[in-house]
């Protein structure tokens, strides 16, 4: 039977499906991988199950001419922390779980544009800190959603979906900006970038993370939005410039920001956290135990598939 490596605990089911298939092997430590490890699961696994943050750089591939492990069954859609190139040189394929997140992560992108514009973070930190004094007609103010104008950067999958809830759920305006113009069933309009920061009252970020997309918004692309305008983030936390983000923030530049990937995860600037006009989620994209299952059973699908001498179905290179 193939052996192969988890390298973080999995959901029951996940683990079932996998031992149903393989000799599984399974790393209960929750950080990620040291260089080290990854290259040792190179040479003792037929496959492994990587996820965020085991950074399979091409130093951890270089000296490898034909590894036993052939496959890196990515425990994600996002696979920016394998570098492909490396992987490809050396006979190692790699998949992904698209699909899988799509609803969970626009969900998440929507409870950050609500956190944000509703002071909802800020308001329950001020009541358990026992310093709500009462209502009142002008406590904590915010941005009524409803009727806004949403601007998605990025229009896949995950665009698609949060577009889909802001015009539906929000009788929302949609902006975006993407490659080409998408064929959709409600009304937005495609623009380019510039114009979509400048018109929107909240602008979500959906691209993949990849050289052209590192630091997208920067100080330049944060001063074209407007003055009360909130910036999301539910791609990967190095589509921003922390930094630039921090300084708009401070200045009252923009609205506020509403984040739940970060370029260094788990570390987060402590000028960022001292923030009130930030909401701050630790990752929350996919976690919903559903939304788990169907990320590792996919994962598995790939894993299977490649074994057995098939084309797994989210081949990535």
Same mark, same amino acid.
């Not at 050396?90 to 899988?100: H, L, R």
């Not at 590192?214 to 990967?236: F, W, Y």
């Not at 990752?283 to 996919?298: D, I, N, S």
């Given at each position: ?16 499906a ?11 430590d929750?950080?990620p991988m040291?260089?080290?490890q ?5 040479a ?8 965020l ?9 270089d000296?490898f001419e034909?590894?036993?492990c052939?496959? %890196?069954a990515?425990f994600?859609?996002g696979y ?5 190139k ?6 190692v394929s790699?998949?992904?779980? =698209?699909?899988a ?11 950050l544009?609500?956190? *944000?514009?509703?002071r909802?973070?800020e308001?329950?930190?001020l009541?358990r800190?026992?310093?709500?004094e009462?209502w009142?007609?002008?406590q ?11 601007g998605i950067?990025?229009m896949g999958?995950?665009? &698609?979906?949060?577009a ?14 993407n490659? *080409?113009?998408?064929n959709?069933?409600f009304?937005a309009?495609? %623009?380019?970038?510039l114009e979509? +920061?400048?018109?929107?009252?909240f602008?979500?970020l959906?691209? =993949?993370?990849? *050289?052209?997309?590192?630091?997208l918004m920067n100080?330049?692309?944060? *001063?074209q939005m407007a ?5 999301i983030?539910?791609a ?6 922390e930094?630039?983000?921090i300084?708009?923030?401070q200045?009252?530049q923009?609205g506020?920001?509403?984040l739940?990937?970060?370029?260094h995860? =788990? ?5 960022m956290?001292? +923030? ?7 990752? +929350?994209g996919?976690?919903?135990? &559903?939304?788990?299952e ?21 081949l990535?290179?």
């Amino acid at each position: 039977m193939r052996r192969i490596l988890l390298t973080r605990p999995m959901p029951e089911r996940v683990v079932e499906a996998a031992r149903t298939n393989f000799d599984v092997e399974i790393r209960y430590d929750p950080v990620p991988m040291k260089t080290g490890q990854m290259r040792a699961a190179l040479a003792l696994y037929d496959g492994v199950m990587p996820t965020l943050g085991d950074m399979f750089t091409a130093e951890v591939f270089d000296g490898f001419e034909n590894p036993r492990c052939k496959i %890196l069954a990515n425990f994600g859609v996002g696979y920016n922390h394998i570098d492909a190139k490396a992987a490809r040189a050396v006979g190692v394929s790699i998949t992904n779980t =698209p699909g899988a997140v799509t609803n969970a992560t626009a969900d998440i992108a929507l409870t950050l544009m609500l956190m *944000s514009a509703r002071r909802a973070g800020e308001g329950e930190r001020l009541v358990r800190a026992g310093a709500w004094e009462g209502w009142t007609p002008t406590q904590m103010l915010g941005l009524h959603m409803t009727g806004k104008t949403v601007g998605i950067i990025g229009m896949g999958r995950i665009g &698609q979906a949060v577009a889909r809830r802001c015009h539906y759920g929000f009788d929302m305006k949609v902006l975006y900006a993407n490659r *080409s113009e998408k064929n959709l069933e409600f009304p937005a309009r495609h %623009l380019h970038m510039l114009e979509v +920061l400048a018109g929107a009252d909240f602008v979500v970020l959906c691209v =993949p993370a990849t *050289s052209e997309t590192h630091h997208l918004m920067n100080a330049e692309t944060i *001063s074209q939005m407007a003055p009360h305008a909130r910036l999301i983030n539910v791609a990967r936390g190095d589509v921003v410039d922390e930094p630039a983000l921090i300084a708009a923030l401070q200045r009252g530049q923009i609205g506020g920001a509403g984040l739940d990937v970060y370029e260094h995860e =788990p570390e987060i600037p402590e000028e960022m956290m001292a +923030l009130e006009n930030v909401v701050l989620l630790p990752h +929350l994209g996919t976690a919903a135990l &559903q939304v788990r299952e169907a990320m590792g059973l996919m994962a598995v699908e790939n894993l299977r598939a490649f074994l057995a001498g098939d084309t797994p179905p989210n081949l990535v290179n």
